[in-house]
T-cell receptor, first 113, second 116 residues
């Protein structure tokens, strides 16, 4: 079935470092891809999304490009801040009509000053 | 800013007991969801709900589970007879639109269920 695999954490970085969190997916149809973020004490929030191949989603300095050829949707940020410390979840919807999100396990990011 | 709220934040129960987890979705949202995350594992879809009925459910959502919108504001998940493997963080979510593709899902902070 459809699935999402993301890199194991935790990821520990210093402020202003470059961030990459890898995400690959398996899907039979034409999925939409998402990154959700959970800050401490809060619910998951949509960070960015891409609905078709080669789309780039971006928000708050984060970006991810939908790569159909490598079935990937890696999250990147050029310069992380302490406030970016959170758990990041890669997810997909298998098709246009589905209501269900399929998530990865989540990757914990810890940024120190 | 409107948010999804969940209660309780943590519940400990004995195996075989019934548990009700409560959620107050964002007021103008029409679609409601439950997800769960067993420790160290993926966040898993359980069920979606629209117009007072289930619109989609996963294999996990068996007869032990039920959902209800008893009034205009609450959305509940009931586990009839809890098992050890039901121990997890349960997330409620809501959205304006019915597909995750077109509409952002707004999640609550989660309710941690521990079954002993």
């Amino acid at each position: 079935g459809d699935s999402v695999t993301q890199m194991e954490g935790p990821v520990t970085l210093s402020e202003e470092a470059f961030l990459t969190i890898n995400c690959t997916y398996t899907a039979t149809g034409y999925p939409s891809l998402f990154w959700y973020v959970q800050y401490p004490g809060e619910g998951l929030q949509l960070l960015l999304k891409a609905t078709k191949a080669d789309d780039k989603g971006s928000n708050k300095g984060f970006e991810a490009t939908y790569r159909k050829e490598t079935t990937s949707f890696h999250l990147e940020k050029g310069s992380v801040q302490v406030s970016d410390s959170a758990v990041y979840f890669c997810a997909l919807t298998p098709n246009q009509a589905g209501t269900a999100l399929i998530f990865g396990k989540g990757t914990t990011l810890s940024v120190s000053s | 800013e409107p948010e999804v709220t969940q209660t309780p934040s943590h519940q400990v129960t004995q195996m075989g007991q019934e548990v009700i987890l409560r959620c107050v979705p964002i007021s103008n949202h029409l679609y409601f969801y439950w997800y769960r995350q067993i420790l160290g594992q993926k966040v898993e879809f359980l069920v979606s709900f629209y117009n007072n009925e289930i619109s989609e459910k996963s294999e996990i959502f068996d007869d032990q589970f039920s959902v209800e919108r008893p009034d205009g504001s609450n959305f509940t998940l009931k586990i009839r007879s809890t098992k050890l493997e039901d121990s997890a963080m349960y997330f409620c979510a809501s959205s304006v639109f019915g597909t995750a593709n077109t509409g952002e899902l707004f999640f609550g902070e989660g309710s941690r269920l521990t079954v002993l």
